[in-house]
């Protein structure tokens, strides 16, 4: 059984007589196996005592728990909370602390799993998902968003009646867009919602439904792609983000070789969060993408200051840990590969640490690109270094090629020749 830190006697007394004490050992091994620090664990043991004595007060059964009542607890109790000992009362930490207890509770049978989309729309939804993934091979995130998108027009339209996309009329269509264009008035959900739904009517199409009238009413906004100049870094702006990796951050190591792999193979975030040590071959000089946006395998090519800041970073900061990540992790629970939303925590305060405005991480692929174009590289080849489908993505970094355009430039009319 695993040794339960000290608590005020109130608070063991909560825990260790109350109706959660069979799942405190399994709590507290958790707790471990994540490594978190003693005083993170006796702060989360405080409020799993808590919510116990709470339990008590209302009489509230162990297999009657689920997110509602801990939603209960912090909104109608912590408020009001006149509890003797020392409580704790922070609302986000309480939370944290408890949703392992669901867990862990989940995972015995005593109380029942999350449900589950169920019903005609979850099925169609279901369909579409696979449509997406088999045979559009949509990353998982553009699946996401269209999934939610065609989720609310689904149940604005069918909730509670048959799913019918004969029913479905084009006032149905200009009234949807419209309600989701009052909630986020941009240019870029526009164009998000109208890809969404022909996506999905072009799909029913297939299936023998007809579409043509619904088609007819999403009107493309004024959207002009290659309109804009993409946002790249300065040379002395790259050296400034290098250079703001000091010693005095937690982990400097590690986001110097994060940024460097976004700035000198242009991975995505989501590409770095992936990446595994096998996918290093140190012998060969090459990075392996096994699970990029397309869908495909790349072998890279792993140029020697990143190689350099891979191997720094492993050598000397990656915490000990059997998980097969690169970037792992440095704060409780540990064991874990960190997010994505970390790495684009890194690369944004590494921007504001260097005085740069704008925090995009996809700034660094967009100066990898113009590197290369400025450099005498051709758009084929910046689209098999970012490993765009399609050329006409990476068409944009053309109007970046300032020696091109001069050789092509006319002159202005009435100026001398």
């Known amino acids: 059984m695993p040794k339960i830190p000290s608590l005020h006697a109130v608070l063991q007394g909560w825990l260790l007589d109350g109706p959660l004490a069979a799942y405190v050992p399994a709590y507290v091994e958790r707790l471990e196996r994540g490594r978190y620090a003693s005083s993170t664990s006796r702060r989360w043991l405080n409020a799993v005592a808590h919510f116990a004595h709470w339990m008590s007060l209302c009489r509230l059964p162990v297999d009657r728990?689920?997110?509602?009542?801990?939603?209960?607890?912090?909104?109608?109790?912590?408020?009001?909370?006149?509890?003797?000992?020392?409580?704790?009362?922070?609302?986000?930490?309480?939370?944290?602390?408890?949703?392992?207890?669901?867990?862990?509770?989940?995972?015995?049978?005593?109380?029942?799993?999350?449900?589950?989309?169920?019903?005609?729309?979850?099925?169609?939804?279901?369909?579409?998902?696979?449509?997406?993934?088999?045979?559009?091979?949509?990353?998982?995130?553009?699946?996401?968003?269209?999934?939610?998108?065609i989720e609310r027009l689904l149940v604005h339209k069918f909730a509670g009646h048959p799913l019918d996309l004969q029913e479905l009329q084009p006032q149905d269509i200009r009234r949807f867009v419209a309600e989701q264009l009052e909630l986020r008035n941009t240019i870029s959900n526009a164009v998000t919602i109208n890809a969404a739904l022909r996506g999905y009517l072009r799909w029913r199409s297939t299936w023998g439904d007809s579409v043509q009238a619904l088609l007819g009413v999403i009107a493309s906004p004024a959207n002009w792609t290659h309109a804009s100049l993409p946002r790249a870094l300065q040379s002395r702006e790259v050296g400034r983000v290098l250079n703001s990796f000091t010693p005095a951050l937690r982990s400097p190591k590690r986001g110097y070789a994060i940024v460097r792999l976004a700035l000198d193979l242009g991975l995505r975030c989501i590409e770095i969060n992936r990446l595994q040590l096998d996918d290093i071959d140190w012998q060969h000089g090459t990075l392996m993408l096994r699970r990029t946006k397309s869908r495909r395998q790349d072998v890279l090519p792993l140029p020697v200051p990143t190689g350099k800041a891979l191997e720094a970073y492993l050598r000397h900061e990656r915490p000990l840990?059997?998980?097969?990540?690169?970037?792992?992790?440095?704060?409780?629970?540990?064991?874990?590969?960190?997010?994505?939303?970390?790495?684009?925590?890194?690369?944004?305060?590494?921007?504001?640490?260097?005085?740069?405005?704008?925090?995009?991480?996809?700034?660094?692929?967009?100066?990898?690109?113009?590197r290369l174009i400025n450099s005498g590289g051709s758009i084929k080849e910046v689209a098999d270094v970012l490993r765009h489908r399609s050329l006409n993505t990476s068409l944009i970094y053309a109007k970046t090629d300032c020696a091109g355009l001069v050789e092509v430039a006319l002159p202005w009319p009435g100026s001398p020749a």
């Not at 408020?79 to 949703?99: D, F, K, T």
């Not at 999350?114 to 997406?132: H, K, Q």
């Open 65 to 149: 728990l689920d997110e509602s009542r801990i939603d209960e607890f912090l909104q109608d109790h912590l408020p009001h909370c006149g509890c003797r000992g020392p409580v704790m009362r922070r609302p986000r930490e309480v939370h944290a602390a408890l949703m392992p207890l669901l867990a862990i509770l989940r995972q015995r049978g005593v109380i029942a799993d999350l449900p589950t989309p169920s019903g005609p729309i979850a099925e169609e939804l279901s369909r579409y998902d696979a449509y997406m993934f088999d045979t559009r091979g949509l990353a998982s995130g553009t699946r996401s968003v269209r999934l939610r998108i």
């Open 321 to 370: 840990t059997s998980n097969r990540s690169v970037f792992v992790r440095s704060l409780a629970p540990h064991d874990a590969p960190i997010s994505v939303d970390a790495i684009h925590r890194v690369i944004r305060d590494a921007f504001s640490r260097a005085g740069i405005p704008h925090g995009r991480a996809h700034a660094l692929r967009h100066t990898l690109a113009c």
